[in-house]
């Protein structure tokens, strides 16, 4: 099928990497591609990384998402401390840098879209990098599932490497005097510009930045003690 959001044309389903420096709007693109997912009639399932829960839904109403569709996301709220994945009130939570838990998580995905707003958080602190790697490759990537991931393209380059060779689609965020513009590295639909400034709501970014600094410091302390 073909979705059209930011002047693209996304053939789905699809892999979608967007990279770039931290603190680039990332997850703030995926967040409005779903809230159009959302409202018609798609389902989503969002890995709540580097921003909590109610941040995530907080993002979500701001960019048009009204309170009622809100039960089409399950979320995954990720706790580097959980031994197993739990129930949670609105979905799961469990460590997904194990990989044992990473897997099962994407595999309780059947359908709508995954959404994993920091995959290079989930990094921090794992012994073997690229077998976590390859769960994410293996279990989401290579199935018809339409994902976006993102990572900070400053870190664990490798692994980037990794994922960029098995996206459908490769979105890089570069931040510019003036804004912040999207560049296509690589795109199986059709766009209409190479790159173009991303136009979303500055408030909700610099809101979004300051708590995705402090829920960052807090999960790496926290995976440091274990």
Do not use: C
Request: charge should be neutral; glycine fraction near 6%.
């Amino acid at each position: 099928m073909i979705f059209e959001i930011e002047n693209m044309a996304f053939e789905l389903p699809a892999s979608t990497l967007l990279t770039g420096p931290m603190a680039a709007a990332k997850p703030i693109f995926a967040q409005k591609f779903i809230v159009k997912w959302i409202e018609n009639g798609g389902k989503v399932a969002y890995f709540a990384t580097s921003s909590p829960v109610d941040g995530v839904i907080s993002n979500l109403k701001v960019l048009g998402l009204e309170e009622k569709m809100m039960d089409k996301i399950t979320f995954f709220d990720y706790n580097p401390q959980m031994k197993e994945i739990k129930e949670i009130e609105k979905g799961y939570a469990g460590n997904f840098s194990d990989e044992k838990q990473l897997k099962e998580a994407l595999n309780m995905v059947n359908d709508g879209i995954v959404v994993i707003p920091s995959f290079t958080l989930l990094l921090v602190g794992v012994e073997d990098k690229k077998a976590l790697a390859s769960i994410l490759i293996e279990n989401l990537f290579e199935k018809d599932i339409t994902n976006f991931v993102a990572v900070n393209s400053a870190m664990f380059k490798e692994i980037n490497k990794m994922l960029e060779e098995k996206a459908d689609n490769i979105l890089e965020f570069i931040k510019k005097k003036d804004g912040i513009y999207i560049k296509v590295v690589k795109f199986k639909g059709e766009t209409a510009f190479k790159e173009w400034l991303f136009d979303f709501p500055m408030h909700l970014f610099h809101r979004t930045k300051k708590e995705v600094a402090e829920r960052t410091a807090k999960l790496i302390k926290e995976k440091k003690g274990l």
